[in-house]
């Protein structure tokens, strides 16, 4: 049986590698990088991916580096006020039968690398970086960067946002710049000062900005997440997104809040994309997945869970095509493309939606301070997950 091809090692790369080899098939893992990785920041899962966790079998192994916070909560950044909640006890689990948590990404990475180095299906090949491919009959080979030249039966473009694979499945160019900017800091946890919410995921909205925090590794550190969307990127000036600006945008928050800042770095940030969903990501033997297929803004903090669970749905479609891969391509994109799209574009609604300001942002906080903390109605669709293999 010839190997199916992924382009990318990431958290959507490797889930599709695990999930494919639990079908059975071969697969060859070519990441560009010289070592498999992650940065070293947190990330949110919710009940919809610890579902694909558990499937793919490393959510147990995952459990002692991650926390369960007790709540999500959303607080006005201009006045420190918790505005409204998500409990995410027992009644959240009781509806979706798994747990929110927040992981390092190395270690849920880690987590993922790990279990696919002990399955013999899986070859994981670093400094291997797709330039291109071409298809003919049942094979796909694709060049690496290096010149070396692999075959296989199939290739799943997961190189993430830049990926060349949907640049010759779809030839979109470059995603959308959304004009946002993240700032972030890990920083150890005696550090924190205000500790009234420590056991929470807060998200503090507010006039183009918002600032998350979340501790991770069982407590040992805080996650620290400082967003603006850029008034100078709007306006085409220069510096956009800039520590000055930064720094100007939060200016009107509560002291409280603007003290945060001090947790994250100013060294680098990180500019936000996404893209407008697409209506194919397949060409042959050949498809998409991920951020390659569907980058998101990070608004639901979905981008991740989405490739995880794409991961699991392209195994299965292809467990049911036999060798047919282009059908099993066109089964996958048909389920994953709304799903998808709708986090896409619900995230670009809730980027707007916490950065409200003026009678728009005292209109919000009226409707959200009443809400039930254990009805997440609007991410009700989400978490509740997907069904693979025809079952929950
Ligand atoms: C600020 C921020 C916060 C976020 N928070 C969350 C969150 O809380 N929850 C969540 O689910 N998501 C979150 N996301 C989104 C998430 O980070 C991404 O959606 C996710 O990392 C996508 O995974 P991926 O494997 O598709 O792509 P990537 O993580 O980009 O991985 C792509 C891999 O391909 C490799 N590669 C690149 N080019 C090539 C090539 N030519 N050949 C071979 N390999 C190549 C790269 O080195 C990399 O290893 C957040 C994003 C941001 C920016």
Redesign the pocket.
Known sequence: MKEILI???????LAAALALAQKGRKVRV????AE?G?IGY????GPN?ARMLDRLGVLKDLEPTSVFPEALIFADALTNEEISRISLGKAFVARYKFRYFVIHRRDLHGGLLEACRQREEIVLQSS????NFTQQGDTVSVTC?DGAVHEGCALVG???????TRQAVIGDGAPRQAGHY?Y?GVVPDEQIVDRSRIDTMTIWGGPDLHMVQYRLRGGAVMNN?A?IASRRFRKGEANAGAPDELEEIFARTHPGVRDNLRYVSRERN?V?HDRDPATNWTNGRVTL????AH??L?YL???????IEDGVVLAEKVAAAGEDYNRAFLAYQRERMNRSARVVLSSRFFGEYIHLDGGARVLRNELARGRDPDNPWEVDWLYRGIEVDGKL
């Open positions: 382009a990318g090692g990431g958290i959507g790369g070519l990441e560009k990088a498999f992650e947190g990330i949110q899962m991916v291997s970086g797709l330039k960067e997961a190189e993430g946002l830049w990926s060349p993240v972030r997440v967003t990180w936000l997945l991920g951020d390659a980058p998101t990070q903090a979905q981008g991740a869970q989405m490739a």
